[in-house]
């Protein structure tokens, strides 16, 4: 069981940055954030693997937002720029294995690809 943990989510003007923090209680092969705007499905933004640091976007947020991982710390980050009103919502991080990413998997951006998620941390811009 790997328990994740998310920070960073706030309010912010268009045009403006944050940085989502995702801390897990145990290293995973790969994980991701993902996210519920209101009144829409929840999709993903961004997936890294974490030994290679391969790295997946989703075409609405590639060029603005940035996925990184520090092992030493079992932690991803989802530093967001040039933010949109568009961007609003709850952002989840998650985790995944390879025995998942080959069984049930989807690809990078898909839910069915993960297994453990956290509890999410809300994100607002403002126009």
């Known amino acids: 069981q790997v328990q994740l943990i998310e920070s960073g989510g706030g309010s912010v003007q268009a045009g403006g940055s944050l940085r989502l923090s995702c801390a897990a209680s145990?290293?995973?092969?790969?994980m991701g954030w993902f996210r519920q705007c209101p009144g829409k499905e929840r999709e993903g933004v961004a997936n890294?693997?974490?030994?290679?640091?391969?790295?997946y976007y989703a075409n609405s947020v590639k060029g603005r937002f940035t996925i990184s991982r520090d092992n030493t710390k079992n932690t991803v980050y989802l530093q967001m720029n040039s933010l949109k009103p568009e961007d609003t919502g709850t952002y989840y991080c998650a985790a995944g294995s390879r025995s998942t990413w080959y069984g049930r998997g989807n690809g990078p951006l898909a839910s069915s690809s993960y297994d453990y998620w956290g509890q999410g941390t809300q994100v607002s811009v403002s126009s």
């Open positions: 890294i693997w974490t030994v290679r640091g391969n790295t």
């Open positions: 145990s290293s995973s092969d790969y």
